[in-house]
Structure formats: structure tokens, C-alpha cells
Nanobody
Framework: QLQLVESGGGLVQPGGSLRLSCAAS????????IAWFRQAPGKEREGVSC????????KYTDSVKGRFTISRDSAKGTVYLQMNDLKPDDTAVYYC????????????????????????WGQGTQVTVSS
């Protein structure tokens, strides 16, 4: 079981940028597909982005395409979510997640990110976009 930790959230003006980080306490994340989800008050948790274990494939939900970029620092094994041109609707708690290596989702990213596919979750980091 991975112990995932997110960081980088905060308060930002509309149009601003933040970079979120996802790391494991005792492991590098090089060999795990990592997904980002977010949950706003009163709404269901939704998949935002995913990067495959080999980093050769990335996925984004339509609402963030062209604004968010997921990446992996191969030296650190850390996964990042660069968020540009942030909008108030991006306000949410953001979580990173990983799936068991026994599942395809432990290695690859499907076009639709399903919460139930993921087994290990961070505690979340708050992103607030407001003027």
C-alpha cells in the first residue's frame, strides 16, 4: 500500500497558476500510473488527469485540456500537475491516486478515470481560485 502525499495547493487568482506534487513517503512513483482527482463541495469526485507508469501516455478530462499538464520527474519519481489559467470552477480538493499493480490501471491510463479503480489515495490538497 502506497502512502501518497499531495502538496502545492493554495489560494490563487483567476488566471493564475499552481503546481501540485504527488509523492510517496517511502517509494519512488516511477513504476506506478498516477491519477489526479478533484472534489468540490456538493459534487462527486471526478478524474482530472493521469500519467502512465512509463510516462508515455497522459489523459485529461475535457474541462482542463490545454490548461493542465501532468508530468513525472524521473529523477525523483514525483508526479506533478501543472495548472495554468485557473478558473473558479477549478476550486476543489485535489487528490492523487494509484491502483494496485494487479490492475491495468496500475500501469496505464484509461480515457475515463474511474474512482473505484484506484486503491491508494493521498489526503488531498485544497485549491481555491478566487478574486
Amino acid at each position: 500500500q502506497l502512502q501518497l502525499v499531495e502538496s502545492g495547493g493554495g489560494l490563487v487568482q483567476p488566471g493564475g497558476s499552481l503546481r501540485l506534487s504527488c509523492a510517496a513517503s517511502e517509494f519512488r512513483l516511477d513504476y506506478y500510473a498516477i491519477a489526479w482527482f478533484r472534489q468540490a463541495p456538493g459534487k462527486e469526485r471526478e478524474g482530472v488527469s493521469c500519467i502512465s507508469s512509463s510516462s508515455d501516455s497522459t489523459k485529461y478530462t475535457d474541462s482542463v485540456k490545454g490548461r493542465f499538464t501532468i508530468s513525472r520527474d524521473s529523477a525523483k519519481g514525483t508526479v506533478y500537475l501543472q495548472m495554468n489559467d485557473l478558473k473558479p470552477d477549478d476550486t476543489a480538493v485535489y487528490y492523487c491516486a494509484a491502483a494496485s499493480p494487479l490492475k491495468n490501471s496500475g500501469y496505464i491510463c484509461y480515457d475515463v478515470l474511474t474512482q473505484d479503480e484506484y486503491d491508494d489515495w493521498g489526503q488531498g490538497t485544497q485549491v481555491t481560485v478566487s478574486s
